[in-house]
């Protein structure tokens, strides 16, 4: 049982938007900074969305994430079918001092 | 490049211990908080273990508490992860981690940099 939720699976059209939700508490979510990483199959993670809402260099801008209270979102826009993969969000928590992940969310290109 | 290169991994019988490794190369590992973050197989990312820059700060998962230790040594630019009574759920690629520099909200929670993992396996 994560401590962040996603949904297990989400699923788009190549060319179409798709979201995936992450939802915590105040005391991880809604007081700290939110990442998201995209995981290809067979590869290791890599870092998509860094403090909420930014991207590293070679990300693309279809990629995009908010955050409102205690719950973050991840937004792609243009899906391709390279795109699909297991996606985390991932935060601090300081009731635990720990970091948390969510359980992840596989993305499946129609 | 960032490269991180972990080593050390394979089987070991429950209650079994095994040492991690992870070399890193092409930034100056010695300014960076380091992790280790675990994946069971099939399963989602689970973080394990943090360590901050000068090695003086260190941080646990309660699941490794006290079974595990994170350190690392900055003339080799190596970070450790020392496992002792390991269990079956113990069982999962372990992967080293980099945090980004300091200056970036929430660097010290945050990972911009991932090695390739190693399998650890803890079976009889």
């Known amino acids: 049982q994560s401590v962040l939720t996603q949904p297990p699976s989400v699923s788009a059209a190549p060319g179409q938007k798709v979201t995936i939700s992450c939802s915590g508490s105040s005391s991880n979510i809604g007081n700290n900074y939110v990442c998201w990483y995209q995981q290809l199959p067979g590869t290791a993670p890599k870092l998509l969305i860094y403090?909420?809402?930014k991207r590293p260099s070679g990300i693309p801008d279809r990629f995009s994430g908010s955050k409102s209270g205690a719950s973050a979102t991840l937004g792609i826009t243009g899906v391709q079918t390279g795109d699909e993969a297991d996606y985390y969000c991932?935060?601090?928590?300081?009731?635990?001092?720990?970091?948390?992940f969510g359980g992840g969310t596989k993305l499946t290109v129609l | 490049e960032v490269q991180l290169v972990e080593s050390g991994g394979g089987l070991v019988q429950p209650g079994g211990s095994l040492r991690l490794s992870c070399v890193a190369s092409g930034f100056t590992f010695s300014n960076y908080w380091m992790h280790w973050v675990r994946q069971a197989p099939g399963k989602g990312l689970v973080w394990v273990s943090r360590?901050?820059?000068?090695?003086?700060?260190?941080n646990y998962a309660d699941s490794v508490k006290g079974r595990f230790t994170i350190s690392r040594d900055n003339a080799k630019n190596t970070l450790y992860l020392q496992m002792n009574s390991l269990r079956a759920e113990d069982t999962a690629v372990y992967y080293c981690?980099?945090?980004?520099?300091?200056?970036?909200?929430?660097?010290?929670?945050?990972?911009?940099?991932w090695g390739q993992g190693t399998l650890v396996t803890v079976s009889s």
């Open positions: 360590i901050n820059s000068d090695g003086g700060y260190t």
């Open positions: 991932g935060t601090w928590d300081s009731s635990l001092s720990a970091v948390v």
């Open positions: 981690v980099r945090s980004p520099a300091p200056g970036y909200s929430g660097y010290d929670y945050s990972f911009d940099y």
């Open positions: 403090e909420n809402n």
